[in-house]
Structures are given as C-alpha cells and as structure tokens.
C-alpha cells in the first residue's frame, strides 16, 4: 500500500499549493525502525542458546503482539526462517535478516508471477543482491549492521523510485530528507545496536526519542512505530466496496496481460488461493504481499504514464 498511498498524498500536497516539504526518508533505515530489526535480534539470540527460553518466549510474544496492529510484522512470519540465514563460510560468519528469508522464501512464486522478460532483469538483479550480500559479511560487525545496511540499500532501490523521488516530483514536489544528510549519516552509522534499539521496552529508534522527548509533547516521547498502512493489508482492502472496486480494475486478466510484468494466470491463482486460505497463516500473508505488489506496480504504471503525467502538468499549470 505504500506507493499507492504516497501517489494520494502526494495529489493532496499539491493540491494545497505546498512545493516543497520534509520527509522522514532514512530515519527507519539508520535508527533501526523497522519491527524487523527487533525480530531478528531475537532469532538471533534463539540461535545462539540452540532454542528459545522462557524469557525468550516472552519477548517473542511481546514482540508480535506489539506488531499485530499494524500487521508489518505479518509480512513474511515464516516459521522455517532456519533455512534462510545468509551464510559466509569464508568468514565464518551468519546473519539474520528478515529481508534474506522473505527474498529467498518467495523465490518460487516470484520467478512464476514475473513475465519472461523481467524475470531476465530480476536473475541480474539477485546475482547483484548475493554479490552486495558478500561484500556485507566481510565489513558489518554485527547483525544490526548488516540489516541497516541492507535496509539503506533499499533507499534506492524501492522507497526512493517507487514511494519517494519519483512519485513525488511526479506531482512537482520536491521532498527535503534532512535524516540523509552527510553528517547524520556517519552519525548513524557509529552507533552500536543499543543506543539504537531498548529491547527491554522494544523501543525502536531509541536514541531519536530519549534525544527529542523534551521537545515533544508527553504522549510522543515514547510512542511506537506505525507506518502509514497500520491496521490494513490487501485483504481489508479488497473487501471496501470503493477497494474492491478499484482493485477489481487493475487486477482484471486484460489489464495484467496488457503490462506485460506479470503473467496473468499466475496472479489469478494467487487471488483464489488467498481467499481460501486461513487468516494470519504463512500462505495467506505471502500471497497478500504478492497480490499488494502487482497491484500497486499496476497503480503505479497507470499514475507513471506519459499521457496522465502531461495531463497532471496541464493541471498545475
């Protein structure tokens, strides 16, 4: 849901006459905010014990319960995660990384829901991401480390083309990302993981609030993480009659077929597996991703067109 939200945002930005604005852009990916980062600390420690303990069920627990209303944490809760932690035997080093074991534990369904064409691109692309990979495990001193330094990648390779620069300066918006800027950069980068993440009170970006909390009112200081999608997922969204509505246009056999990014039988498949299969379970979730990516790719690709971008422009003009 993100890129689709940010086209809507973006509209209403312009919309109110506003050019310019500060984005949180990088805030998550240097300060470790993301839910993942506090997952992978436990599966972490799990491994290291060789089990989970009775406090390590307890934070388990916490943590989840503490993630199910924004259902981040739900997509990808993948019970085999063992299968899928990066391995360097040169190093003799293992990382843990929620972006690894949703990679490759989607791997089949992904190279099966692409076309021809950008499964091509897509094989580069994972042969990139293994080399990018190898070159983490020989300089990252932790896994927290490893995990922001894969996050920041994806600053340019998603959030930046598909919810950020690209969208925004589609509507004439220039966004201000003051988290990215040089020194905050090698700021962030300094750090070790507890002045980043308070995994007694599963406080993410611990050192942005204890630096701020005088600055914000009370019921700030300690507030938790919720993206901007909280508490919705594909499934909520296909069930609005407005949501089934739109949903029902971009994800119709023609229109799939007519982009020529995804293979049209496959994503039927995948919708008629995901309204039978049980709420919160492995398949349910990894089908929700899949089904959420082609249709926002579908949003984005209609928004992205030359012809709407030149009727956007006559618009502000």
Not at 49 to 57: D, F
Not at 122 to 136: G, H, I, K, P, V
Not at 186 to 196: I, N
Request: proline letters at 4%; glycine letters at 6%.
């Amino acid at each position: 849901p993100l890129p689709v939200g940010m086209v809507l945002l973006s509209q209403h930005i312009r919309n109110a006459g506003i050019k310019a604005c500060l984005s949180g852009d990088g805030a998550d990916e240097l300060f470790a905010g993301y839910p993942y980062f506090k997952l992978d600390q436990l599966r972490a420690l799990e491994r290291k014990q060789g089990g989970i303990s009775p406090e390590l069920a307890e934070q388990y627990r916490r943590v989840y319960q503490k993630e199910h209303s924004n259902k981040v944490m739900l997509w990808f809760p993948s019970s085999d995660w063992h299968k899928h932690i990066f391995q360097d035997r040169e190093c003799e080093r293992e990382y843990i990384s929620s972006y690894i074991i949703r990679e490759r534990s989607t791997l089949g369904y992904r190279r099966r829901l692409f076309s021809a064409s950008v499964n091509a691109g897509q094989a580069l692309m994972q042969e990139q991401t293994r080399e990018f990979y190898q070159s983490l495990s020989k300089c990252a001193h932790n896994g927290v480390d490893f995990n922001r330094a894969l996050s920041k990648q994806q600053l340019t390779n998603y959030i930046f083309p598909v919810q950020g620069d690209r969208v925004q300066m589609s509507h004439s918006i220039e966004a201000r990302v003051p988290f990215l800027d040089n020194d905050v950069v090698s700021f962030a980068q300094s750090l070790p993981p507890e002045y980043l993440m308070d995994m007694k009170h599963l406080q993410e970006k611990h050192i942005l609030h204890e630096s701020f909390k005088d600055s914000l009112p009370a019921h700030m200081h300690y507030r938790h993480k919720q993206a901007y999608h909280s508490g919705y997922s594909w499934d909520d969204f296909s069930k609005d009659k407005e949501g089934r509505r739109i949903w029902k246009h971009y994800l119709n056999y023609s229109h799939i077929k007519q982009s020529g990014l995804f293979d049209p039988l496959f994503v039927k498949g995948l919708q008629q597996v995901n309204r039978l299969a049980p709420s919160h379970s492995s398949i349910k979730c990894k089908t929700d991703m899949l089904l959420g990516n082609v249709f926002s790719s579908l949003v984005l690709l209609d928004q992205l067109n030359p012809q709407n971008l030149q009727r956007e422009a006559q618009a502000v003009c």
